[in-house]
């Protein structure tokens, strides 16, 4: 076996497929098809105009939300922006520590959202917002059982992610780097493996600072991005929406394409025949390159 | 202060007209006795419409959004209303 991530490979795109970002090429997730590959998190926009229009920029189909006290002063509802750009909610369970908790939000958030569809986020400490391994898959076990479609936040960690689907969670989604951190993707080679294992889609999820991380997820095999801040907190939040949007197509093109090997010194691209000798050079001498 | 709103801890005992207090997302709050889950959220939130978007736990337990109006809360209750926000 190469390198897991110097070439394309089948479990991107695969020959005879459609092209990445077509109609034909739909993202599927638990037997719901979604033409974006694109998911967003709604957080850290500085207000609802904002977002709707960095959501529509972005062409996401999916999007998180959290669950949080009602507050009696607030205005405007989040809701009616996400039906207006027209895109499924998905309820989140960020900042839950334990199993229990997540437990409690995601039926909360089966309530309040009429979808059985949750984002499994079970965190360690507030500081690195690293998942808790043990938490997390105690509470897909018993999010499966009560017949959640779970797509759970994880480690880039192969291991757990196999876990996981094993306990059968609709995606995993590991962390490029920390929740916020816009720090890239910092284990490349442990998100190929996890690709390169998974049967279930995996979404890159968090990490992501600018359009060339969500390229690199892509080629590395994510079947698809999950992003929030890297667009909402950007200064132009609409044109990282489009910058985003642009990303993802073209990292999962290239993914289907197949790149070249990496090599170590220069290989021409113009032909060595007919190279024209000028003056005294000798005809069979050391060519100029 | 909102009308309804004790400044006392929350407590078990029913007050003197017919009322209880329970507590609702960390704070007390005094409600007749008899209301339901619907009553309380009214009383909190009155902007909180019951449905899409909201969903209540009463202790440790999900308030299905078809059972808050024939859910009866009792004095020292204690209700989270959640609402979808911005997040993730």
């Known amino acids: 076996m190469t390198t897991v991530e110097s070439t394309g490979s089948p479990a991107g795109a695969r020959a005879g497929e459609p092209a990445a970002g077509t109609a034909g090429d739909p993202l599927v997730i638990a037997g719901r098809e979604f033409r974006s590959r694109l998911i967003t998190g709604t957080g850290g926009a500085a207000n609802h105009d904002v977002l709707e229009r960095a959501l529509r920029a972005s062409g996401t189909e999916l999007t998180t939300v959290a669950l949080r006290r009602v507050d009696p002063s607030a205005r405007g509802s989040l809701l009616e922006v ?17 199993a229990r908790e997540a437990l409690l939000t995601a039926r909360l958030g089966r309530e309040a959202l009429g979808t059985d569809w949750v984002k499994l986020e079970v965190v360690a400490d507030e500081e690195t917002l690293l998942p808790d391994a043990v938490e997390l ?8 059982d009560d017949g959640f479609t779970v797509l759970a936040y994880t480690n880039d960690d192969p291991a757990l992610a196999l876990r996981l689907e ?68 950007a200064q132009d939040p609409e044109l990282m929406g ?48 | 202060m909102t009308p309804g709103t004790t400044t006392g801890t929350a407590g078990t005992t029913t007050g003197a007209a017919g009322e209880v207090d329970v507590v609702v997302n960390a704070e007390p709050l005094r409600v007749p006795a008899g209301s ?16 899409r978007g909201t969903a209540v ?8 959004a078809g059972r808050w109006a024939d859910t009866p809360v009792a004095a020292g209750d204690r209700l989270e209303v959640l609402q979808a926000v911005a997040g993730g």
């Open chain 1, 166 to 233: 094993r306990a059968g969670c609709a995606a995993v989604m590991p962390l490029g780097a920390p929740i916020g951190t816009g720090l890239g993707i910092l284990n490349p080679h442990n998100i190929a493996l996890i690709v390169q294992r998974a049967g279930v889609p995996v979404v890159l999820d968090a990490g992501i600072g600018t359009a060339s991380d969500a390229a690199r997820a892509m080629e590395l095999g994510c079947d698809a991005v999950l992003l929030a801040t890297a667009v909402t907190r």
């Open chain 1, 137 to 144: 898959l105690d509470a897909a076990e018993q999010l499966v």
């Open chain 1, 82 to 98: 996400l039906d207006r750009v027209g895109v499924q909610v998905l309820p989140n369970t960020a900042g839950c520590r334990t």
């Open chain 1, 242 to 289: 489009t910058a985003m949007r642009h990303a993802v197509l073209a990292g999962r093109a290239a993914r289907g394409a197949g790149r070249i090997p990496q090599r170590a010194l220069a290989q021409a691209s113009s032909p060595w025949d007919g190279l024209a000798r000028f003056g005294s050079g000798s005809e069979d001498g050391e060519g100029a390159a």
């Open chain 2, 36 to 51: 339901s889950v619907a009553d309380v959220v009214a009383l909190f939130a009155p902007g909180a419409v019951q449905g």
């Open chain 2, 57 to 64: 736990a009463l202790g440790e337990d999900v308030v299905p």
